[in-house]
């Protein structure tokens, strides 16, 4: 998950979804819930690059759905 480019003073919580596919590559993500909409652009750019351990169901790969809480902390 890409730095955050500004101060945190407080918490941030957001929640990106994706589909990881058959290959364990990320399609579609997208915010769920946005933490700052430039912010948000950095974290989706980032997804498409991760790689997953695909799902298995019946001894074959399957796509499935995904969501991760992006937690932005302050410094102390």
């Given at each position: 998950?890409?730095?955050?480019?500004?101060?945190?003073?407080?918490?941030?919580?957001g929640?990106?979804?994706?589909?990881?596919?058959?290959?364990?590559?990320?399609q579609t993500p997208s915010m769920l819930d946005s933490i700052d909409a430039s912010y948000d652009q950095l974290v989706v750019a980032a997804a498409k690059k991760w790689t997953f351990q695909p799902a298995i169901l019946d001894?074959?790969?399957v796509k499935f759905i995904k969501r991760l809480t992006i937690n932005?902390?302050?410094q102390n």
């Open positions: 998950v890409p730095r955050y480019p500004a101060a945190v003073t407080h918490p941030l919580i929640i990106l979804q994706f589909v990881v596919d058959e290959s364990g590559a990320v001894g074959k790969p932005v902390m302050p």
